[in-house]
């Protein structure tokens, strides 16, 4: 299937390519694409409304593809899980990737917890070219890393740290963070819905509550 994603995030959109590509499905960028304001108060509702405003964008071009949307958050528990929703605006605007890492390691030691847990979360929102939606969610839980670690991955990737063998995410390779990560479970429970029609009707009975 091809599908086009609604995201201006580099590492992201190399991410899902990979991950789809075990599943059949063509990712591309649009080129032009306009991310709407994210307003919602979910990492759900954020991706659904990526996903319906590139399908929007698509149809208007005259392009009859499916639209992806991911919204996706670093989570720490000691700080009631925060920067959640907001990762991409955490710290001081304008900050350098480095910058905000170190924000948030320094916004940790300040609370004085030794609960250094924390994870991923990623939903993904599909829009097919005939309107039908499916959403799905992974998380994967690790450690905040006590200083940032690796040269692989992006974002939050140095600071976050793996239950098994302590290596952060950009420490290991990409293969293998494709592997386990939230993006890839939300990929694997998206695809496994798409191919159930039941849960399709679930997800869409859900919507409407
Ligand atoms: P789009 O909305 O254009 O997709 P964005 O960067 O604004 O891009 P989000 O609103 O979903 O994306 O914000 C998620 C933030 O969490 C963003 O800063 C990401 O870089 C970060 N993030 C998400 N997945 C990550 C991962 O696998 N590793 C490291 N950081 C990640």
Same mark, same amino acid.
């Given at each position: 299937?091809?599908?086009?994603?609604?995201?201006?995030?580099?590492?992201?959109?190399?991410?899902?390519?990979?991950?789809?590509?075990?599943?059949?499905?063509?990712?591309?960028?649009?080129?032009?694409?306009? !991310?709407?304001?994210?307003?919602?108060? +979910?990492?759900?509702?954020?991706?659904?409304?990526?996903?319906?405003?590139?399908?929007?964008?698509?149809?208007?071009?005259?392009?009859?593809?499916?639209?992806?949307?991911?919204?996706?958050?670093?989570?720490? +528990?000691? /700080?009631?899980?925060?920067?959640?929703?907001? +990762?991409?605006?955490?710290?001081?605007?304008?900050?350098?990737?480095?910058?905000?890492?170190?924000?948030? /390691?320094?916004?940790?030691?300040?609370?004085?917890?030794? !609960?250094?847990?924390?994870?991923?979360?990623?939903?993904?929102?599909?829009?097919?070219? !005939?309107?039908?939606?499916?959403?799905?969610?992974?998380?994967?839980?690790?450690?905040?890393?006590?200083?940032?670690?690796?040269?692989?991955?992006?974002?939050?990737?140095?600071?976050?740290?793996?239950?098994?063998?302590?290596?952060?995410?950009?420490?290991?390779?990409?293969?293998?963070?494709?592997?386990? +990560?939230?993006?890839?479970?939300?990929?694997?429970?998206?695809?496994?819905?798409?191919?159930?029609?039941?849960?399709?009707?679930?997800?869409?009975?859900?919507?409407?509550?």
């Amino acid at each position: 299937m091809q599908v086009f994603a609604a995201t201006k995030n580099a590492g992201k959109l190399r991410e899902l390519r990979v991950i789809f590509r075990r599943y059949g499905w063509t990712l591309d960028a649009f080129e032009g694409y306009r !991310d709407p304001e994210e307003v919602e108060d +979910s990492y759900a509702g954020n991706a659904a409304l990526k996903a319906r405003a590139l399908s929007a964008q698509l149809r208007a071009a005259g392009l009859d593809a499916a639209a992806i949307g991911d919204d996706s958050g670093f989570e720490v +528990s000691a /700080l009631q899980d925060r920067p959640g929703i907001r +990762s991409a605006r955490y710290g001081t605007p304008g900050a350098t990737w480095a910058q905000r890492r170190t924000a948030l /390691l320094t916004e940790f030691a300040r609370t004085g917890s030794a !609960d250094r847990r924390a994870r991923f979360v990623c939903a993904l929102h599909l829009v097919e070219a !005939d309107g039908t939606e499916q959403a799905a969610i992974g998380t994967i839980e690790g450690r905040l890393a006590s200083a940032e670690r690796g040269e692989g991955g992006f974002s939050y990737d140095a600071i976050f740290e793996l239950p098994a063998g302590h290596q952060t995410f950009a420490e290991v390779s990409e293969g293998e963070k494709n592997a386990i +990560s939230h993006r890839a479970r939300a990929a694997e429970a998206l695809v496994a819905g798409y191919a159930d029609p039941r849960a399709a009707l679930g997800s869409e009975a859900t919507k409407r509550e």
